[in-house]
């Protein structure tokens, strides 16, 4: 199974969704650290692949976003998990059909960056979720198109590294661009390497880049800036 959303939601990791090499899957599966085994989850309502996945600040639902449905088609629905039932229902769909991007929970709401929409366009663009009016809503665009990028939070601010910036997958990333709240700028440190198809993690302060082809992990300390 490749391409699926992965969430860690103490004690449990959820996968949900992806690609078994010849069609994309509905199914999900979590990891209960307690009892150290995997358990199954009902399927959502239609397949997800390459879609971006968080748990909202209530702590009781994940919501999975976008992705790629079984017609291979960039998607902008998404479906919402009872955490506590396990129930799918449907959640508001994104503003732009987008696959391969990443989700992030940012001072406490679900924010989308960048991935690929219809045509296979990578995209600069963002969106935030607005609970209030249970609709998603433009944020600032990052400077650079990409998809396939990692992403996470450290001190307050989402970074973006890495990924692709082309329709035919050729050219990668080593950028690193940071969002303070308002406006995107990039980072003067840049990856060791181009990198995509990698995670982000926020761990002791600082922000780690790990995956892809490479074995070795790279850090990124803000205070450094």
């Known amino acids: 199974m490749t391409c699926f959303a992965c969430v860690e939601r103490q004690p449990r990791v959820y ?21 150290e085994e995997w358990k199954s989850l009902p399927p959502m309502k239609s397949a ?15 919501v999975v976003c976008g992705g ?19 129930e ?5 769909g994104l503003l732009a059909p987008r696959r391969s991007h990443c989700c992030v929970l940012y001072k406490g709401k679900p924010v989308v960056l960048g ?3 219809v ?34 939070i450290v001190e307050d601010m989402i970074y973006a590294t890495g990924g692709r910036f ?7 990333l080593a950028s690193i661009e940071v969002f303070d709240g308002t406006v995107w700028r990039l980072v003067r440190a840049s990856l060791a390497e181009p ?15 790990l995956g892809d082809i490479f074995q070795e992990l790279e850090s990124y300390d803000p205070s450094t800036k």
């Open 15 to 35: 996968v949900v969704g992806g690609h078994d090499g010849s069609k994309a899957l509905s199914s999900g599966e979590y990891f209960d650290v307690c009892e």
């Open 115 to 117: 991935g690929c929409t």
């Open 68 to 86: 790629v449905n079984e017609e291979t088609e960039s998607i902008s629905s998404c479906e919402c998990l009872d955490l506590g039932t396990h």
């Open 88 to 92: 799918w229902s449907e959640f508001a």
């Open 166 to 172: 082309d329709k035919d997958q050729s050219k990668e």
């Open 195 to 209: 990198r995509c198809t990698h995670a982000c993690v926020c761990f002791g302060g600082q922000l780690i880049v």
């Open 119 to 152: 045509g296979d366009e990578p995209l600069s663009s963002c969106e935030v979720f607005n609970e209030a009016t249970n609709q998603w809503e433009p944020l600032a665009s990052m400077t650079t198109p990409r998809y396939d990028f990692g992403a996470s």
């Open 48 to 62: 997800h692949s390459s879609a971006a996945g968080v748990v909202l600040a209530c702590g009781t639902k994940l």
